[in-house]
Nanobody, 126 residues
């Protein structure tokens, strides 16, 4: 069973930066495409970014974060990161990482992800 644990959330002022981490255990991390999702209070969970399991590590972003957020992975540490720069108040949400074990690429739909973390809260103040 794969376990995912997020960390790095917190309170930051608008315009600031945070780096989220997601540590995986119990599976073959290098063969998972990894994604970040977020859920703001009263809203549905939405796709933020994903990175493929392939050697090229193709990345995909929601339009709302493109140019501000960067997803990366370090297979030797079984960890995926989300660097968040130029944060806005509308980025406030609970951020989740997720793993897709089916060797897919470019997955943005949450329904295909097999494993989920518990989430880490990001709050951006004005």
């Amino acid at each position: 069973q794969v376990q995912l644990v997020e960390s790095g959330g917190g309170l930051v002022q608008a315009g600031g930066s945070l780096r989220l981490s997601c540590a995986a255990s119990g599976g073959t991390f290098s063969r998972y495409s990894m994604g970040w999702f977020r859920q703001a209070l009263g809203k549905e969970r939405e796709f933020v970014a994903s990175i493929s399991w392939t050697a090229s590590g193709n990345t995909y972003y929601a339009d709302s974060v493109k140019g501000r957020f960067t997803i990366s992975r370090e297979n030797a540490k079984n960890t995926v990161y989300l660097q968040m720069d130029s944060l806005k108040t509308e980025d406030t949400a609970l951020y989740f990482c997720a793993a897709d074990s089916a060797l897919r690429v470019g997955v943005q739909s949450e329904i295909v992800y097999d494993y989920w973390g518990q989430g880490t809260q990001v709050t951006v103040s004005s």
